[in-house]
């Protein structure tokens, strides 16, 4: 019996190293889902939250998100969407739109502990208003981060670059004036610049990419050309990139989602 006892202490040990030695991983995903509306002119929310499911996501921003809006038959969509994946919502519409809200919405593994929305800059009177959603979520693992902080955005589109080069800053300023500078921080969305913008060098100078060698083209879903959906964190320092994957979604929205693996390697 003592030696029963004995075995299965040294095998309790074992196993507790092995888990210490394993890295804490984070999956992010970002993904504009047009109000749930494929190619086909279909709004089906499950193949949505099926594929979302599928890529078992920690933290997923999200754009474009119906709240009740007429063109949704009232549905609130991020309520939906988090019914059927199990994840926690957090942000919400900030655009009104049609009766209702739209805009970028958050779902996580990990339930918020602090949210707010801040405003992004409107270049052009005719331009379409833009948001950032921000929360904080302590994913309870003594192997990461006591807390991250992570940003869904949508930076409005046109000719013009200003206005979202003034988003880039406008969202870099709001961390830097909000949080310390070790704070892990994960920005996600749809920000409408190509992989070789100035928008893009903008923020290389503030935030670590997911990635700078090449783009990887998720727009548009059909035949992608270019890539305008990214992933970047900062400190650059304490995250290593695992991969990042366009995941082959051709029809469910006119994005395709990008999948992003990070690994803490920082010590707060």
């Known amino acids: 019996m003592m030696l029963r006892f004995l075995l299965l202490g040294m095998l309790m040990l074992t196993a507790s190293a092995c888990s210490s030695q394993v890295p804490f991983r984070m999956r992010i995903l970002t993904y504009n889902v047009h109000h749930g509306e494929g190619l086909d002119k279909k709004i089906d929310l499950g193949r949505i939250a099926s594929l979302i499911d599928s890529l078992s996501p920690d933290l997923v921003a999200l754009q474009e998100v119906d709240q009740k809006t ?3 038959d009232g549905v609130d969509q991020l309520e939906v969407l988090a019914n059927l994946t199990g994840l926690h919502p957090a942000g919400g519409g900030h655009l009104d739109y049609g009766g209702g809200k739209y805009g970028n ?4 593994r990990f339930p918020a502990v602090q949210q707010k929305q801040i405003d992004l800059p409107q270049a ?15 994913p309870g693992d003594p192997r990461g981060p006591q807390k991250v902080v992570f940003v869904s955005t949508h930076f409005d ?3 013009d670059e200003a206005h979202r080069l003034e988003s880039a800053k406008t969202i870099t300023k709001e961390i830097q004036e ?5 704070q892990p921080v994960i920005l996600a969305g749809d920000f409408n610049s190509r992989f070789e ?5 903008l923020l290389n100078e503030d935030w670590f990419a997911s990635n700078t060698d090449y783009p990887r083209p998720t727009y548009p879903a059909g035949n992608p050309k270019i890539q305008i959906d990214y992933v970047f964190v900062r400190p650059g320092r304490e995250w290593k990139i695992v991969s990042t994957q366009v995941v082959e979604e051709e029809v469910a929205s006119d994005h395709r989602p990008l999948l992003v693996v990070l690994e803490w390697r920082g010590r707060e």
Not at 124 to 138: W, Y
């Open 157 to 159: 589109i046109g000719r």
């Open 124 to 138: 052009a009177t005719n331009g379409e208003a833009r948001s950032a959603s921000i929360a904080e979520f302590e």
């Open 197 to 201: 913008s100035k928008t893009v060098e």
């Open 70 to 72: 007429q063109r949704s």
């Open 105 to 108: 919405a958050i779902l996580s």
């Open 178 to 182: 909000s949080y310390e500078a070790s």
